[in-house]
């Protein structure tokens, strides 16, 4: 039976992960394209008509919804303001949605508007739900724990992309990670045994990739690239040869635990086999708090200087940290500062920690009775908790903010980016062509940067890898680029914490003044209660206006939230003006 398939992929917010503002000074619309849906498309019987539409980079038209036989949607949990929004359009068209992804497969008993849930991994689900949907009669959840043979997983579609409008592609070599972290849940969807796929089918898809005529960063996007070494080290051989007989196409980057520090011999095959950035998860300079969150993996070596050594090899060091564990105490904050301006790392993505669904911590939390809300599933700059920590809260939020405040102060920035510059040598990862975009970049950034208020920090950086590092030059512009939206991020992210507590207290002056006017024995006069409020509404509504369109996207629910709080007061002060009307008429 043919079938029109629409993928849809919804918005992901401005995040410090999203590079907003860095991507239009390469061209770009998005940063990454949905790997996961290409996937899926590669799954699908051969006759089915397949659309994808990004949302990142294209609006969604009612015509895609309605053309389509059914709507297949997937996203992860900083996306569902996005797929909620997406899911009610869908549901207006009358076109029914299938869903899956880490969003559903974690909270699908919380989601409405969606038809089918195919969740787990697809490998297993999705030939059970197409099964059914061919014979006309499909259920409503698919889900299964079991874990799939990924050598067996075809390559993905993607000719199914707009190649040009993402800075990155993305390959996904393995699933899964070994280790134990209390508050992850990749090893609760994925498992703690890594499973890979066939050297040789990685570079068949590396090779579809390289004939669409992509050619640039390149991310493997597993969950612990060195999870399992011996099958690591027979892929990077093969993508060392692939590498070499197309000339270098692809820089990589990936993740990977800290452990790979002690192994150099692994670490120079990364290199040559194209990799210059590496993500880890840093979480805490505290020995203490690592223990006691099981991240055992990173107390068995000195963590700074093991970050030197995998810089001393060749490759970045991107980094995760966490503030908000039960074992912080208050000198936390000043200990992450210095960790991350000695360490040099510039991209230092620090966030409070979240209870994400179906995780060890959350299911402790439960039980503690300390959860009190859901996961916003942005644990880089959403300034708010969905537990309730050890820490008074108020005092672990003005401690974040302080560190990103701090760290993403220009002067900090470069600092770690020379400090970058000089630990990595001369003869860095391979593929490090310079085209059209990286020129784009050059000009875009030294109009842009050089006379801002941080210009000489920013030239200081550009003439040190002159001097010192030139081959380095490409990789100073990239992350002076990336410092301007880190900047600017910061100062959105302050900014809009500023603002949602000035709406409060609006708010809270509103109660203030219905009080004072009204608690003494005065008559209630509806219209004076009409007239304060609307004073306090327009005020909200002033400083709503004059915010940029992505803080007013990221304060919208509390936008509403105030306003709707102003119309719950004024009802209940008129209801109360009623009441002693009432009163007054019965004593007459």
Known sequence: MNKKILLLYPKIPPTYWSYKYALPFLGYRATMPPLGLITIAAMLPDNYEVQLVDMNIQELRREDITGADLVFISAMIVQKESFRQAVKLCNECGTPVAAGGPYPTTSHQNIQGVDYFILNEGEITLPRFIHDLERGNPKKIYMDAAKPDITKTPAPRYELLEINAYATMAVQSSRGCPFNCEFCDIIEMFGRVPRY??????????????????????FVVDDNFIGNKKKVRRILDQIIAWQASRDYPFTLFTEASINLAQDGPLMDKMVEAGFDMVFVGIETPNHKTLALTQKQQNTKADILESVKKIQDKGLEVSGGFIVGFDGDAEDIFDLQIEFIQKAGIPIAMIGTLVALPNTQLYRRLEREGRIIGDASGNNTHAVELNFVPRMPRDILLAGYKRIISTIYKPKYYFARCRSLLKRLPSNGARGEHIDINHLRALCLSLVKQTFSSYGFHYLRLLLSAILHKPGKFPLAVNLAVKGYHFFKMTND????????????????????????????????????????????????????????????????????????????????????????????????
Request: aromatic share 6%.
């Open 197 to 218: 796929k066939l050297p040789e089918q990685l570079t068949g898809e590396m090779e579809r990739l390289y004939e669409t005529g992509f050619r640039g960063s390149l």
């Open 493 to 588: 992210i302050l900014r809009a914490d500023e603002v949602s507590s000035r709406m409060e207290s609006m708010i809270e002056r509103l109660k203030e003044q219905f009080a004072n006017s009204f608690d003494h024995g005065a008559d209630i006069d509806p219209v004076i209660i009409r007239r304060l409020a609307d004073r306090a509404k327009n005020n909200i509504n002033r400083l709503y206006k004059h915010l940029n369109p992505e803080l007013k996207e990221h304060l919208k629910d509390a936008y509403r939230d105030c306003k709707l709080k102003c119309e719950t007061i004024v009802h209940l002060w008129i209801q109360r003006a009623v009441s002693d009307d009432e009163v007054m008429m019965d004593t007459v």
